[in-house]
């Protein structure tokens, strides 16, 4: 069976752009690729790449958990583990490292930024992370990896990996393609439309938390940064606050921007933002609600037993046919 796999970071609570980006589209891709597996997880071990508490690094492993659920993935359908409950992940995500350059560390985007933000304290996990993200797509042969815009470098990273890795040992990995939603890939920070929504951001206030309460994430959509025109037009490049409205507007309606354009033709930006606050309310309460159900459930406990003993299953097979082919133990 063909795999389609992704996975979220728990460095805090996922936000509408994870939900936009990944969330949402998951369930979309679930619904629409009846013949695929999927298998989602809680990259934990991604987590610690820079620095967390352990206390709410455990609870936030289990939110994210639950929130996959939240968002409407069916469990029937779905592996859903933790990284770190799967050994081979780190076997392989050192192998990976073995084939990796480190030119090609040096120029992922993401890495560059976190570390220009973080002047001391850059760790080697930080900087060898994107081999460690092969590993976990490899390790599985998924042929389709849904995620957002930020993560297509690493995935073309992951291709060349595994191109290296099948020519110099025999073909051993499917070749995974990106799968990048065609709205909602990039959405941007509510402050400052220059910056993705980012869940450790330094101002929450740009930033929507799926767990945050309701009234909360309406006074951050009210308060959003636009611009002097009061025309709600769609325009990425002079008018990047709108346009990111907009498209959060259009990725949660299924409105195209002309339709929305054309509902809002004399009104200003409250009218605008006041009815986006209520459609992102409603879609978030319903995630809440869903996720209160789950957090502290049986159900919720059961289903990661199963995910991790199927994600072991299968990890374990490829791992020991992998290290076999490097020429590693007896
Ligand atoms: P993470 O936890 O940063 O993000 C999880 C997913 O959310 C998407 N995303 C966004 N989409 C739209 N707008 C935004 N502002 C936004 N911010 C984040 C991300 O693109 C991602 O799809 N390295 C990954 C986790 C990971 C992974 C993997 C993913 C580890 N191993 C293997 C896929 C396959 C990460 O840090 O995602």
Known sequence: MNIVLSGIKPTGIPTLGNYLGALKNFVRLQNSMTDYEFFVFVADLHAITTPQ??????????????????????????????????????????????????????????????????????????????????????????????????????????????????NRYGETFVIPEPLIPKKGARIMDLQ??????????????????????????????????????????????????????MTIYSTITELSFAEIEAK??????????????????CEVGKVQENFNRIINSQELESILNQGKERANLIANRKIDKIFKKIGLGR
């Open 53 to 166: 508490d352990p206390k709410t690094l455990k609870q936030n492993i289990k939110n994210v958990a639950a929130l996959y659920l939240a968002c409407g993935l069916n469990p029937e359908r779905l592996v859903l583990f933790i990284q770190s409950e799967v050994n081979a992940h780190i076997k392989l995500g050192y192998a990976m490292q073995s084939i990796c350059y480190m030119g090609e560390l040096e120029r992922m985007t993401q890495y560059k930024d976190k570390a220009a933000k973080q002047t001391q304290g850059i760790t080697s996990a930080l900087f060898t992370y994107p081999a460690l993200m092969a590993a976990d797509i490899l390790l599985y042969d998924a042929k389709y990896v849904p995620v957002g815009d930020d993560q297509k470098q690493h995935l073309e990273l992951t291709r060349d990996l595994a191109i290296r890795f099948n």
């Open 192 to 245: 400052d439309p220059s910056k993705k929504m980012d869940k450790s951001s330094d101002n929450e206030k740009g930033c929507i938390f799926l767990l945050e309460p309701i009234n909360s994430i309406k006074k951050k959509i009210k308060s959003a940064v636009t611009d002097l025109e009061t025309c709600v037009r769609y325009d990425k490049e002079k008018k990047p606050g709108i346009s990111n409205l």
């Open 264 to 281: 809002y033709v004399g009104k200003g930006y409250g009218d605008f933002k006041k009815d986006l606050a209520e459609i992102v309310a």
